[in-house]
């Protein structure tokens, strides 16, 4: 993003005042509900969801004569929520991100091959109205390193295409599907009845050895 | 506590048959994702469902990660409320034209 190339000339000539508020106006009554749910899952909490949707929409502002209409608006806005979202956790945590090893989900036992969904027959809508399903759901998600989650909200939460959910996060698809393929594999560890139990009783989980 | 793996020797039969598929089964978890999404080609679809429909936990396999994705695709998330979507907004053009 070039934004910070702007000019020092007067605000006036930079951005036509009314103009300018006309069309960001437009554009966050267009796009601000599905960048706060996006900002939302990302987050995993509505204060920093908040803070990122400002962000996002501040940086818009400023770099929307860089905007280049190849892209929709949509994916222009995840990208910069994406961009800030990696820069603001990489500030609060300097702990370095874990890579998810496809070993590492590779069932050992019959038993790691049939862990189950609690969901007992429900459809998943139904199944959500279960408070404990959603926390665990957001829990499994929540703990995943960043990479992976933003692959797994932008392709099975915001129904993304692989493809756009490549130009989001600057990879191509195979990689984006390689990231997906984990990220799904963590959350159904979790999610299972095993992983249910567990973080219940202890708060940790035996590695897969 | 660690759990002993359950053992095969009770499903003597079923392990039996199907212990020189156990590189097939790790192929095919492989996969999974892409099948579920249906991106592979038909050929090696066929060829999944086929294995699927003689692997018992193979099957399993793929709908507890059905419904995990299920699960993700129905996920609700907070929405705003429309004082705060007309705070957020005043707040980005101060900041817009603070700086």
């Given at each position: 993003m070039a934004a910070s190339r702007q000019p020092h000339s007067s605000a006036s000539r930079t951005a036509p005042p009314q103009k300018a508020a006309d069309t960001f106006d437009t554009l966050y009554r267009n796009h601000v509900d599905v960048m706060y749910r996006y900002a939302n899952r990302l987050c995993g909490e509505t204060e920093a969801a908040k803070d990122l949707v400002q962000e996002t929409f501040l940086n818009a502002y400023r770099g929307f004569k860089n905007?280049?209409?190849?892209?929709q608006f949509s994916t222009w806005l995840y990208t910069i929520a994406s961009r800030i979202c990696l820069r603001m956790r990489r500030r609060r945590k300097g702990a370095p991100e874990r890579e998810l090893s496809l070993d590492e989900f590779i069932p050992t036992s019959d038993g790691e091959f049939r862990l189950?969904?609690?969901?007992?027959?429900?459809?998943p809508e139904a199944a959500l109205h279960n408070k404990q399903l959603r926390k665990a759901l957001d829990a499994a998600v929540g703990k995943l390193p960043k990479k992976y989650k933003m692959a797994l909200v932008l392709r099975?939460?915001?129904?993304?295409?692989a493809k756009e959910a490549g130009a989001v996060m600057g990879l191509n698809e195979r990689a984006v599907k390689s990231r997906l393929h984990r990220a799904r594999l963590f959350v159904r560890r979790e999610l299972s009845a095993r992983g249910l139990a567990e973080d219940t009783a202890s708060h940790r989980h035996e590695p897969i050895t | 506590m660690a759990r002993r793996p359950i053992s095969t020797r009770r499903r003597l039969p079923a392990a039996k048959s199907h212990r020189h598929e156990a590189g097939r089964c790790l192929h095919i978890l492989r996969e999974l994702s892409a099948f579920i999404d249906d991106e592979l080609s038909h050929d090696i679809c066929g060829e999944i469902r086929q294995h699927l429909g003689a692997c018992p936990r193979c099957e399993e396999f793929v709908v507890s990660l059905r419904q995990t994705v299920a699960l993700c695709r129905k996920s609700p998330a907070p929405a705003l409320s429309s004082i705060e979507r007309a705070k957020m907004r005043e707040q980005i053009l101060t900041a817009a034209h603070m700086r």
């Open positions: 905007f280049r209409g190849d892209a189950q969904i609690p969901i007992e027959g429900l459809s099975d939460m915001e129904g993304l295409s | -």
